[in-house]
C-alpha cells in the first residue's frame, strides 16, 4: 500500500510539472505511442486526433480496374512488403489501376495517415493561391505575414519557405518529445508554438528540411481570405478530382478557427491518394482542365539547384521531393514518416502509391533508400500489363 501511494504521488507531481510548463501534451503522446507499441506516431492514430473533413464530389470519379491478369509480386518484394508492415501498395497508369494489394488489416475504404506527404499537398494548395493571383511566391514572406518584415524576415521569400531555405530555427527532432515537432503534433494553439520564431541568417543559402515551414505556408493561406486550408484544398483538388472517399485533417482543436496540423496528418485511402500523384504527372492538368497553373507546376518539380545558385540542393522542389530512375526518367516523390510514398513518373504516366507502419531508415543520398525500389516494382507491374 505504501509503494502505491508513493507511486501516485510521483505521478502527480509528474501531471503537475507537466501542467504548469506546458508539456501536457505528453500524457496525450505517451498514450497515442507507448501505450499501443510505437515509438512514435502511427498511420492508424486518426481516432486520437481533432479533424477536418474534406469532403468528397457527389459524383466520384473511379479508377479504371483493369488488374494484370495473374500478376503477383516476387518473394523478394513479397518480404519487404511484410518487414515493413506494408498497409497498402497500388500501381496506375494514366487512369487505369494495374494492380492492388492490401495488408494489415487495410483495404480499399480505409484511411491512413499521410504524414510528411501532405506537404506537397500544401504546395498544391499554395498553387491554386497563385492560380487566383492571390500569392506570388517571389514576394517576401512579410506581404502575407507581417512579423516578417524588416531584420525578423531578412528578405526571406515565399518560394525559400517552399523550398526549406528559410534558416528558421524550428527543428526535425522526431525522438525529442520535448521539441518543435512533438509540440506541433500534439499539443494545441499551433499559431502561438509558430509565432516566435524568426530568421536566423540571411536565408537561401542552405536546405534543411523543416516541419514549421510548412505551418508557414498555411498561415500564408488562412491569411488570404476566410476559408480554410482544408476548403482550398476541397474545393480546388479533392473533389475536382473526384475522390471516391471524404479525406480528414487534423487540427489542433475543437474549436471553428482550429487550424490544419498541415506538416502532417492528412488521412486519406491509397486510391485516393493516387490522384495527387496523376496530378503531379500531368502538371496541374484534371482530365482536360488546368486545376493549377502550369507554370507554377513546372516550378514545383524543378529541383531547388536549377532555381538559384544560392543553393546545391538537386532533390528538393516545392515541398516535394525529386530523383531520377537508374535509367534516366525523372520522378517526384511525395513521402512521409512512416514510408507513405506517392511517386509519379511523368515519362511513363506512372504513379505508385504505397503506404504501411514502418520504413527503412537507410538514405541513397539525400532520398530514402526505398525510392528505387518502389518505383521499380511499379515498373515490373506495368511492363506486365503491355
Known amino acids: 500500500m505504501k509503494i502505491l501511494k508513493i507511486i501516485g504521488a510521483v505521478v502527480a507531481v509528474l501531471v503537475a510539472a507537466t501542467l504548469l510548463t506546458g508539456h501536457a501534451y505528453l500524457w496525450g503522446g505517451i498514450r497515442e505511442t507507448y501505450f499501443r507499441g510505437w515509438k512514435n506516431a502511427n498511420i492508424d492514430d486518426i481516432e486520437f486526433r481533432d479533424i477536418r473533413t474534406i469532403a468528397a464530389p457527389d459524383s466520384a470519379q473511379a479508377w479504371i480496374a483493369a488488374p494484370v491478369w495473374g500478376y503477383e509480386l516476387s518473394a523478394d518484394e513479397q518480404a519487404w512488403h ?13 487512369d487505369t489501376l494495374l494492380f492492388e494489394r492490401y495488408w494489415n488489416g487495410f483495404d480499399e475504404q480505409t484511411v491512413s495517415n499521410s504524414f510528411s506527404a501532405c506537404k506537397s499537398i ?21 506581404t502575407y505575414l507581417p512579423r516578417f518584415a524588416g531584420d525578423a524576415g531578412k528578405g526571406l521569400t515565399v518560394e525559400e519557405v517552399l523550398q526549406m531555405r528559410s534558416h528558421i530555427p524550428f527543428g526535425e527532432d522526431y525522438d525529442n518529445p520535448f521539441g518543435f515537432m512533438a509540440k506541433a503534433y500534439y499539443r494545441g494553439e499551433l499559431e502561438d508554438l509558430v509565432a516566435p520564431y524568426r530568421v536566423e541568417s540571411e536565408p537561401g543559402t542552405e536546405w534543411l528540411y523543416q516541419g514549421g515551414n510548412t505551418l508557414l505556408l498555411g498561415e500564408i493561406m488562412r491569411s488570404l481570405d476566410e476559408r480554410t486550408l482544408s476548403d482550398w484544398v476541397a474545393a480546388g483538388l479533392w473533389q475536382p478530382m473526384g475522390a471516391e472517399h471524404d479525406a480528414y485533417w487534423a487540427v489542433d482543436g475543437q474549436e471553428p478557427g482550429s487550424i490544419e496540423r498541415c506538416f502532417a496528418a492528412y488521412y486519406a485511402t491509397a486510391r485516393d491518394f493516387a490522384r495527387f ?28 539547384s536549377e532555381r538559384s545558385t544560392a543553393c546545391d540542393a538537386g532533390h528538393y522542389g516545392y515541398q516535394i521531393w525529386l530523383g531520377t530512375t537508374a535509367d534516366g526518367l525523372e520522378f517526384s516523390c511525395m513521402e512521409g514518416l512512416r514510408g507513405q510514398f506517392v511517386i509519379s513518373v511523368p515519362a511513363l504516366d506512372l ?21 528505387q525500389r518502389i518505383v521499380e516494382m511499379g515498373r515490373r507491374v506495368l511492363d506486365a500489363a503491355r
Do not use: C
Request: aromatic fraction near 6%; hydrophobic fraction near 40%; charged fraction near 20%.
Open 122 to 142: 500544401v504546395a498544391l494548395a499554395v498553387g491554386l493561391a497563385v492560380t487566383e493571383g492571390r500569392v506570388d511566391v517571389q514576394n517576401e514572406l512579410a
Open 277 to 304: 500523384g496523376k496530378l503531379m504527372n500531368h502538371r496541374g492538368n484534371w482530365n482536360g482542365t488546368q486545376l493549377i497553373d502550369s507554370t507554377y507546376m513546372n516550378e514545383m518539380v524543378t529541383p531547388i
Open 351 to 371: 504513379v505508385v502509391v504505397r503506404t504501411g507502419f514502418k520504413k527503412n531508415e537507410q538514405k541513397d543520398g539525400p532520398l530514402p533508400s526505398e525510392v
Open 82 to 94: 511484410e518487414t515493413y508492415m506494408s498497409a497498402s501498395f497500388l500501381v496506375l497508369h494514366g
